[in-house]
């Protein structure tokens, strides 16, 4: 069974996200949406309600019978990988910014675990401008992230 870990932050869970989650979903028999929890890091959102949002951001795709869990996990992204058998990890890359700083990091991992593969999936060109930092200013400001967030998310509910 080829298994997929996406790790990310989340924070929040956006379009551009969850088109990575679809082109995954093509790849792999299963897919973990892994939330990374960095204690050390206050959140826009708690870890519990970034999960959360991921779980209804997606209930339409596992409803479709999509293979797709969400988990939070603290520690190497790698450590997870063996904790849930993944053998590839999955990363989004909206430009020559994004593939800089992942490919360090892959191949950081890659020397850590040779057994584990990162891949790289290019962000479709709707969604390659959106990023959680624009949907946390926006929402911080007061604006409507609309088309920057899946549909029927409420996120301003969640803050504190
Ligand atoms: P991190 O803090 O680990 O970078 P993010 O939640 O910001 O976590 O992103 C998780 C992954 O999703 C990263 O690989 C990032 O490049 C990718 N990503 C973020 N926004 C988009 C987007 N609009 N389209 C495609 N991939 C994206």
Request: glycine share 8%; hydrophobic share 40%.
């Amino acid at each position: 069974m080829k298994i997929a870990i996406f790790p990310g932050s989340f924070d929040p869970f956006t379009c551009g996200h969850k088109d990575i989650v679809r082109q995954s979903l093509s790849l792999f028999d299963k897919l973990i949406i892994a939330v990374g929890y960095n204690s050390s890091k206050r959140g826009f959102l708690t870890v519990e309600d970034r999960v959360e949002v991921i779980e209804n951001s997606i209930s339409d795709l596992k409803r479709e019978g999509a293979n797709v869990e969400v988990i939070s996990y603290t520690g190497l992204t790698i450590d997870a990988c063996a904790n849930y058998g993944a053998s590839f990890i999955v990363r989004g890359v909206r430009g020559t910014a994004d593939f800089e700083m992942e490919s360090v990091i892959a191949q950081a991992n890659k020397k850590i675990n040779p057994n584990i593969s990162t891949l790289f999936l290019t962000a479709s060109l709707e969604y390659s401008y959106i990023s959680s930092t624009i949907v946390r200013d926006i929402v911080l400001n007061g604006g409507d992230p609309k088309g920057f967030i899946c549909e029927g998310i409420d996120i301003r509910k969640y803050l504190k």
